[in-house]
Structures are given as C-alpha cells and as structure tokens.
C-alpha cells in the first residue's frame, strides 16, 4: 500500500488480487446481497485510491482496509435496507433429487438458512463483531485496531453475539 501511497497505482491491482475475496466475504455477510456486495468492494477500493494519502503504513493494510469497508457499509447502510435471500425449502427439495444424501443436503441449507435469518436478527454491531471474528477469522487484537476498542472489549462483544445468535437460530430452529 505505501507504494500504492506513493504513486506506484499498478500496485493497487496487486492488493485486489489478494483481499476482494477476503473483502467480499465480509460485506456478504454484513448486507445479505450478492449484487451489492459486489458493488461495495469496488466502492472500497475506489475509496483506498481517493484516501491513500491517508495511509500511515503503522499498522496493516488489511485493519485499514477494513476500516474502509466499515464505512462503505454505514454509508450505504442508511439508504438500503438490509434484505436475506435464501430458498425455500420446498424449491430446494424439488432441485435435489431424492436419497439419504438429498435429504443431508436439504437439512444443511435449512440449517444454513436459518443461521443466515438468525444472523440478520441481531444487531449490527453484533453482527459486524461475529462476521470479522468467525467468518474472517481475524485475530482478536486486529479487531481491536479495526474497531478502535481494546482487545477485552473485543472478547467480551463476541461472547455476547454468540450467545445472543445463539439465542436467536435457537427460536426460529423451534
């Protein structure tokens, strides 16, 4: 990114490359829409370009560029509503056929299904705590950077929205 900083713009192919799967991954799960999701790594990235001047180089990239993508989603945030698309269960069981393993797959995209529902139930702080911890897989001490809170409030946040998606997949599973 200091290169890219400096002028050297080739190089910002390089860090697509690397992170907008990593990136898409994160907004996916934070707005629930493939389309937009795709639309906000580039607005991501088009914002790493417009803000390069504001790269200090001390910490990562990534914690930078996910403070970036915090943005893009509270930006957008306020003007879409969040929506979760998923099948029904009767359009899954008609597009698989019938068997022991037809019947695995259907139960696992219920269980997806309602995963997803409980996810999009709580809140988004919660949600955003849950997707960079679990489905990003990012240390605690990064998410500390990303969020400007210490790393006890990090453990203490993800303790939380686990219980309280716990909670929650529990009441829609019943």
């Known amino acids: 990114?200091?290169?890219?900083?400096?002028?050297?713009?080739d190089r910002l192919g390089l860090l697509f490359e690397r992170y907008n799967r990593q990136l898409f991954g994160f907004l996916f799960h934070m707005t629930g829409q493939r389309e937009l999701s795709e639309d906000l790594v580039q607005n991501v990235f088009y914002r790493i370009l417009k803000y390069k001047h504001?790269?200090?180089?001390?910490?990562?990239?990534k914690t930078w560029m996910y403070h970036m993508a915090r943005n893009v989603?509270?930006?957008n945030g306020r003007s879409i509503k969040r929506t979760i698309r998923h099948q029904e269960l009767t359009e899954m069981s008609e597009n698989i056929g019938g068997g022991f393993a037809a019947d695995e797959t259907v139960q696992k995209k219920q269980e997806l299904a309602t995963l997803r529902n409980a996810m999009a139930n709580l809140s988004e702080e919660s949600r955003?705590?849950?997707?960079l911890s679990k489905f990003q897989e990012l240390k605690y001490n990064e998410i500390a950077q990303i969020l400007d809170i210490t790393e006890g409030?990090?453990?203490?946040?993800?303790?939380?929205?686990?219980?309280?998606?716990?909670?929650?997949?529990?009441?829609?599973?019943?």
């Open 54 to 61: 504001t790269f200090r180089g001390d910490g990562e990239f």
């Open 1 to 9: 990114m200091m290169k890219v900083k400096n002028g050297d713009l």
């Open 128 to 131: 955003e705590i849950l997707v």
């Open 73 to 75: 989603v509270n930006d």
């Open 153 to 174: 409030a990090v453990k203490v946040r993800v303790h939380r929205a686990v219980s309280q998606l716990k909670t929650s997949y529990l009441q829609i599973a019943n």
